[in-house]
């Protein structure tokens, strides 16, 4: 029995007018999620348990059967095992992300974008490693990631800060938390050298040049110590591998006990190589019986309030992950669970996360009791549930599910 998770991260969306009353995901044309949906079951899951914020790092740990309660620390230090960072004891990691902030003359402070318009790699690593450079310190170095994401690692006595994600403020005020930051002497410190450095920095001005948003500051978040989890071939006997560009998720495979291929060419977004993270998956299931497969395109069109590109990410994810998974795994003939579903929503009029019960579509090649005849949609999910499905309390009971019912005998 091979078991497969196919996560479009944030495709949840609430009805829109323009789409006339339809979400995104109705809206999109997805002919291979029908018709597994139709021919499995239909659930809601609840990935976010109550007092956590609705991250993609609380949500994936919860579809990997973790409860988020037992076990997370925050999310840089997830980032962190995927980069081979250590976190000693001692020490926190924080999320470093590279944005653009409005700086006013009365001295308020907007959040332009929580990315630095998609910042590419190249131009990222030389911005983090000029900063690295003139505002590292024995206790704070600073760590290259991928695009806008990287790592900054403090040694000593925890900031008394609330830290918050920048995603969740585009196009607001965020003057209140950055005087909060600023309060602290050590993150005063970095904040205000950093800036120095990326307002001058060559690869800004040529951003400016190009008509590009330039990253002209730094944003701290997500901190934490470094996690401890029960590999998942202790909890369940399974092995396999996590299929993702982004850091965040690479890092729960790799303290969930899962490998982590490299796709060259992934990028989390919406030119990411599709093609070759399908061959991973599929590479990992020849010697391993579990993958968890993460497009994060539809999220980051959600950050961006971008209507056509969730759509375009949505109708992707159906195209080039979804439908040659299952192709793949028909072809090979060997029985298979398989799910679709999303971490958390994102709707574009919020630009941000909502931890809703997310709509899951749960396959079986053996066939089930009682085939949903539904399409995949968000109101088609709450309604197949309303009538005959099952709302489970946590992700980490439905994973449990999912991998007990594969080892039990099933005809149909």
Not at 107 to 133: C, F, Q, V
Not at 138 to 154: C, D, E, K, N, T
Not at 186 to 191: D, G, I, P, Q
């Given at each position: 029995?091979?078991?497969?998770?196919?996560?479009?991260?944030?495709?949840?969306?609430?009805?829109i007018?323009e789409?006339?009353?339809?979400?995104?995901?109705?809206?999109?044309?997805t002919?291979?999620?029908?018709?597994?949906?139709?021919?499995?079951?239909?659930?809601?899951?609840?990935?976010?348990?109550?007092g956590f914020?609705?991250?993609?790092d609380?949500?994936?740990?919860?579809?990997l059967?973790?409860?988020?309660?037992?076990?997370y620390?925050?999310?840089?230090?997830?980032?962190a095992a995927?980069?081979?960072?250590?976190?000693?004891?001692?020490e926190?990691?924080?999320?470093c992300?590279?944005?653009?902030?409005?700086?006013?003359?009365?001295?308020?402070?907007?959040?332009?974008?929580?990315?630095?318009?998609?910042?590419?790699?190249?131009?990222?690593?030389?911005?983090?490693?000029?900063?690295?450079?003139?505002?590292?310190?024995p206790?704070?170095r600073f760590?290259a990631?991928?695009?806008?994401?990287?790592?900054?690692?403090?040694?000593g006595?925890?900031?008394?800060?609330?830290t918050?994600?920048?995603?969740?403020?585009?196009?607001?005020?965020?003057?209140?938390?950055?005087?909060r930051y600023m309060?602290?002497g050590?993150?005063?410190?970095?904040m205000?050298?950093s800036?120095?450095?990326?307002?001058?920095?060559?690869?800004?001005?040529?951003?400016?040049?190009?008509?590009?948003?330039?990253?002209?500051?730094?944003?701290?978040?997500?901190?934490?110590?470094?996690?401890?989890?029960?590999?998942?071939?202790r909890?369940?006997?399974?092995?396999?591998s996590?299929?993702?560009?982004?850091?965040?998720?690479?890092?729960?495979?790799?303290?969930?006990?899962?490998?982590?291929?490299r796709?060259?060419?992934?990028?989390?977004?919406?030119?990411?190589?599709?093609?070759?993270?399908?061959?991973a998956?599929?590479?990992?299931?020849?010697?391993?019986?579990?993958?968890?497969?993460?497009?994060?395109?539809?999220?980051?069109a959600?950050?961006?309030?971008?209507?056509?590109?969730?759509?375009?990410?949505?109708?992707?994810?159906?195209?080039?992950?979804?439908?040659?998974?299952v192709?793949a795994?028909?072809?090979?003939?060997?029985?298979?669970?398989?799910?679709?579903?999303?971490?958390?929503?994102?709707?574009?009029?919020?630009?941000?996360?909502?931890?809703?019960?997310?709509?899951?579509l749960?396959?079986?090649?053996?066939?089930?009791?009682?085939?949903?005849?539904?399409?995949?949609?968000?109101?088609?999910?709450r309604?197949?549930v309303?009538?005959?499905?099952?709302?489970?309390?946590?992700?980490?009971?439905?994973?449990?599910?999912?991998?007990?019912?594969?080892k039990?005998?099933?005809?149909?």
């Amino acid at each position: 029995m091979k078991y497969v998770m196919l996560v479009g991260d944030g495709m949840g969306d609430v009805p829109i007018p323009e789409l006339d009353g339809r979400t995104p995901l109705a809206a999109a044309r997805t002919p291979a999620m029908d018709r597994l949906a139709a021919e499995g079951e239909l659930l809601l899951v609840r990935t976010v348990p109550e007092g956590f914020p609705p991250g993609s790092d609380v949500a994936n740990l919860s579809l990997l059967g973790y409860e988020p309660q037992e076990c997370y620390t925050g999310r840089a230090p997830l980032e962190a095992a995927s980069m081979g960072v250590a976190i000693g004891p001692g020490e926190l990691a924080f999320r470093c992300n590279l944005v653009t902030v409005e700086y006013h003359p009365d001295g308020r402070i907007t959040m332009l974008d929580y990315s630095a318009g998609h910042i590419s790699t190249g131009e990222s690593g030389r911005l983090i490693r000029a900063i690295g450079e003139r505002c590292g310190t024995p206790s704070v170095r600073f760590h290259a990631g991928i695009s806008y994401r990287h790592l900054m690692v403090l040694r000593g006595e925890a900031p008394a800060v609330e830290t918050v994600p920048p995603h969740d403020h585009m196009d607001r005020d965020v003057t209140v938390f950055h005087r909060r930051y600023m309060e602290n002497g050590t993150l005063r410190t970095v904040m205000e050298c950093s800036r120095r450095v990326l307002a001058d920095h060559p690869v800004n001005r040529e951003r400016i040049r190009r008509g590009l948003r330039p990253a002209n500051s730094i944003w701290l978040w997500g901190e934490g110590a470094s996690p401890a989890m029960t590999p998942l071939a202790r909890r369940y006997g399974i092995r396999g591998s996590l299929v993702s560009a982004v850091d965040l998720l690479k890092g729960i495979g790799v303290c969930s006990g899962l490998s982590v291929p490299r796709v060259d060419g992934a990028t989390g977004y919406l030119d990411t190589n599709y093609e070759g993270k399908v061959a991973a998956a599929l590479a990992g299931l020849e010697q391993g019986d579990f993958v968890l497969l993460h497009v994060e395109a539809p999220d980051e069109a959600g950050h961006q309030g971008n209507l056509a590109d969730k759509v375009r990410a949505i109708e992707d994810f159906d195209s080039r992950i979804v439908a040659p998974m299952v192709r793949a795994l028909e072809e090979r003939g060997e029985p298979f669970r398989l799910v679709v579903t999303m971490d958390h929503y994102t709707p574009l009029s919020r630009r941000t996360h909502e931890a809703w019960p997310v709509p899951m579509l749960l396959y079986d090649s053996r066939g089930v009791a009682k085939k949903s005849g539904r399409p995949y949609t968000e109101e088609e999910v709450r309604q197949a549930v309303a009538e005959n499905g099952l709302d489970l309390a946590s992700g980490a009971l439905f994973f449990d599910r999912f991998i007990r019912g594969g080892k039990e005998e099933r005809h149909g």
